[in-house]
C-alpha cells in the first residue's frame, strides 16, 4: 500500500523558534499533499493543500506566513511553523493522495506532535 | 460544501459483538467517494474502508462493511466479531469529484474485553 512518512513524530521548541515539518510519500508521487491540525478529542481541520511546484492553497482563517508550506518536489512537502508559540501546540497530519490508484484515498502521515513551551 | 455528520461521539461494544457506526453527508454532487478511517492511540490515520458512489453493491473488507444507502445519504460502518485493536477513533470521509476531502467529527469505540 501507499505510505507517507512524516518527521519528526514529535518535537518541543521554545517559543518564538521556527519548526520544520517534514512530509515525504516514500512508494508514489504525490503532486498534492495536504496538511491537517488535530486538537484533542476533535476532528481533523485542513491547513492547506500543498501543491507541487506552485504556491500553497490556505483555509480560511490560516495565516500563511505563519505556516509556510513547501512542495519542493513530487515526493516531499514541508510546513513549517515560524515564529511558533504556546497555542501553536497541537498535533500536525500530513497526508497525500496516490493519483495512481482510482478512487484515490488519502494516505497520512504518523503525525507530528508540536509542544511549543 | 459537503457536510459530513457522525452523530455518535462515543460506542461501546463486548469484545466479539457486532457494532454499527453511523455516518450521513450532505451533498448534491452524484460521483462521489466514501472512506472510514481508523485513527488509534498511536495517532496515524489507516484506511478501513472504501466505497465509490456509483457502486450499488456495499463494500466490505474482512470483518469490515459498510451499509450505504445513497438516496438517503448514509454510510455506516459494521464492524463484526469485534476485537480489542478495533479501540479507536473512527472518521467517516467524503471525498468530492474536485478532490476536496470532508472529515466527520469522529466516533470513539471502545471495545470492552
Known sequence: ?117 | AQTVTQSQPEMSVQEAETVTLSCTYDTSESDYYLFWYKQPPSRQMILVIRQEAYKQQNATENRFSVNFQKAAKSFSLKISDSQLGDAAMYFCAYRSAGNQFYFGTGTSLTVIP
Open chain 1, 1 to 117: 500500500g501507499a505510505v507517507v512518512s512524516q518527521h519528526p513524530s514529535r518535537v518541543i521548541c521554545k517559543s518564538g523558534t521556527s519548526v520544520k515539518i517534514e512530509c515525504r510519500s516514500l512508494d508514489f508521487q504525490a503532486t498534492t499533499m495536504f496538511w491537517y491540525r488535530q486538537f484533542p478529542k476533535q476532528s481533523l481541520m485542513l491547513m492547506a493543500t500543498s501543491n507541487e511546484g506552485s504556491k500553497a492553497t490556505y483555509e480560511q482563517g490560516v495565516e500563511k506566513d505563519k505556516f509556510l508550506i513547501n512542495h519542493a518536489s513530487l515526493t516531499l512537502s514541508t510546513l513549517t511553523v515560524t515564529s511558533a508559540h504556546p497555542e501553536d501546540s497541537s498535533f500536525y497530519i500530513c497526508s497525500a493522495r496516490d493519483q495512481g490508484r482510482a478512487v484515490g484515498e488519502l494516505f497520512f502521515g504518523e503525525g507530528s506532535r508540536l509542544t511549543v513551551l
